[in-house]
């Protein structure tokens, strides 16, 4: 299995352009996550969908911030315009989404974005 | 709310010595507890977790933990740590169901010669 895979590793843009982020779960499961981390604030969920649908995007930072899951091998995060203040590490996770809470979450590599 | 507190943010510690990393959760109903450990330029990865049952669970790699309920506190411990346990371990909470994860802020362990 190739696990979770993000793209791109490693983003550079300019303060007011979009930033597409992307992530493939692992085949078979029904549950995925983003998650941002920076030193100031850690690790922090944006979003978490289940079978497609968003469950709870009360981690999503402001109207800049949208997710999407268009099927279930495929999710974007998109950020517009950005700002130097969304340099983070960005993670996708996803889980079997049959039990909940308490599976397992399987990381990607993260992207590390830069906005200047 | 529940919250996840990790008292240390950084615990040095010698090759071959004993660890213990301090996890206490609030939480006003019955909780899972996780610990995810991400290594250098990675993303986490589960090392143990407390879903019932005994409440001492154990990794793969020498890791255990110890659920407390009186204390609310879940503790990963080590007895004899090596280099590559160099890492960065994050404690979580969850309530279950399609409940989210609430991450610690995460103690950095550094393993020296």
């Known amino acids: 299995d190739a696990g979770v895979i993000q793209s791109p590793r490693h983003e550079v843009t300019e303060m007011g352009q979009e930033v597409t982020l992307r992530c493939k779960p692992i085949s078979g499961h029904n549950s995925l996550f983003w998650y941002r981390q920076t030193m100031m604030r850690g690790l922090e969920l944006l979003i978490y969908?289940?079978?497609?649908?968003?469950?709870?995007d009360s981690g999503m930072p402001e109207d800049r911030f949208s997710a999407k899951m268009p099927n279930a091998s495929f999710s974007t995060l998109k950020i517009q315009p950005s700002e130097p203040r969304d340099s983070a590490v960005y993670f996708c996770?996803?889980?079997?989404?049959?039990?909940?809470?308490?599976?397992?979450?399987?990381f990607g590599p993260g992207t590390r974005l830069l906005v200047l | 709310a529940q919250s996840v507190t990790q008292l240390d943010s950084q615990v040095p510690v010698f090759e071959e010595a004993p660890v213990e990393l301090r996890c206490n959760y609030s939480?006003?109903?019955?909780?899972?507890l996780f610990w995810y450990v991400q290594y250098p330029n990675q993303g986490l990865q589960l090392l143990l977790k407390y879903l019932s049952g005994s409440t001492l669970v154990e990794s793969i790699n020498g890791f255990e933990a110890e659920f407390n309920k009186s204390q609310t506190s879940f503790h990963l411990r080590k007895p004899s740590v090596h280099i590559s346990d160099t890492a960065e371990y994050f404690c979580?909470?969850?309530?279950?169901?399609?409940?989210?994860?609430?991450f610690g802020t995460g103690t950095r362990l550094l393993v020296s010669p």
């Open positions: 939480s006003s109903v019955s909780v899972y």
């Open positions: 969908f289940n079978n497609n649908v968003p469950i709870d």
């Open positions: 979580a909470l969850s309530r279950g169901g399609f409940q989210k994860l609430v």
């Open positions: 996770a996803s889980s079997l989404g049959v039990t909940g809470a308490q599976e397992t979450q399987y």
